[in-house]
């Protein structure tokens, strides 16, 4: 499988297995308590520095779910594209994520159902070139 980098919005029918995007963002104290207030999810560890440092994690740590958010960025924006809409995704969580990481958001092509008009991707974050997260995706395309 080659591996091909997608920089531009590209037709369904132009969609191969082995195109990826990525997306990097660092994530700051107000990307945290942003996302608290969005979800609901106050735990400690991610919002009061000294519980976080009498963690096991010994301070604050980003909720996995900003992270993996990006996902959702590179699939409405870049592949698929704008229009598409998730069918699923996993996540399995790997390493913790600091506040002021930078993570890097990788979406790869694995296959294409274009009776279906799905997209299947392989899906990995990472900070200083260690996973994250992984899992899989799969996008309806309308």
């Known amino acids: ?3 091909i980098e997608v920089n531009f919005k590209i037709p369904f029918e132009d969609i191969k297995e082995g195109m990826f995007v990525t ?3 660092t994530i700051t104290d107000a990307d945290v308590k942003t996302f608290a207030g969005l979800s609901g999810d106050h735990n400690p560890v991610h919002v009061d520095d000294v519980y976080a440092e009498n963690s096991r994690f010994k301070k604050r740590i980003a ?3 900003i992270s ?3 996902f959702s960025a590179l699939f ?3 592949l698929p ?3 598409c809409v998730y069918v699923a995704q996993s996540y399995n969580f790997k390493r913790p994520v600091y506040l002021d990481d930078t993570v890097t958001a990788i979406a790869t092509v694995t296959s294409v159902d274009s009776k279906k008009r799905r997209v299947f991707f392989d899906t990995v974050c990472k900070v200083k ?3 994250v997260i992984d ?3 799969e996008l309806y395309v309308p």
């Open 23 to 25: 997306y990097s963002q």
């Open 68 to 70: 993996g958010s990006f």
């Open 76 to 78: 409405g924006t870049k």
């Open 129 to 131: 070139n260690k996973t």
């Open 135 to 137: 899992g899989t995706a």
């Open 63 to 65: 909720h996995g779910l």
């Open 81 to 83: 594209g704008p229009g």
């Open 1 to 3: 499988m080659e591996l």
